[in-house]
Nanobody, 120 residues
Framework: QVHVVESGGGLVQPGGSLRLSCVVSGFTFSMYAMSWYRQAPGKERELVAA????????NYADSVKGRFTISRDNAKNTVYLQMNSLKPEDSAVYYC?????????????WGQGTQVTVSS
């Protein structure tokens, strides 16, 4: 059974930091690219950061470049999102996604999300 579980969200003041974690089970984590998305009320879900299966390549939304860092530990089946210099506009539900392209299609798993609120 597949599980994708995010944690680490919460309330933080502007300028503060949070580290999100996403632990997976039920599939071979090291074969999947991992991404963090976020969705604020009334807005579409957007890509925040992504990392390749081996961790050699990353990419970020322009709005978070230089402030957020995505990383992964394949031995722990975990992907992280370190968020620094947080702004109120970073407030959203943050989701973890795992994906892998296979012959015939795409394998895709989402977590349930963790709320991040940046407010004074």
């Amino acid at each position: 059974q597949v599980h994708v579980v995010e944690s680490g969200g919460g309330l933080v003041q502007p300028g503060g930091s949070l580290r999100l974690s996403c632990v997976v089970s039920g599939f071979t984590f090291s074969m999947y690219a991992m991404s963090w998305y976020r969705q604020a009320p009334g807005k579409e879900r957007e890509l925040v950061a992504a990392i390749t299966s081996a961790g050699g390549n990353t990419n970020y939304a322009d709005s978070v470049k230089g402030r957020f860092t995505i990383s992964r530990d394949n031995a722990k089946n975990t992907v992280y999102l370190q968020m620094n210099s947080l702004k109120p506009e970073d407030s959203a539900v943050y989701y973890c996604k795992a994906d892998r392209t296979v012959v015939g299609g795409l394998l895709l798993y989402w977590g349930q999300g963790t709320q991040v609120t940046v407010s004074s």
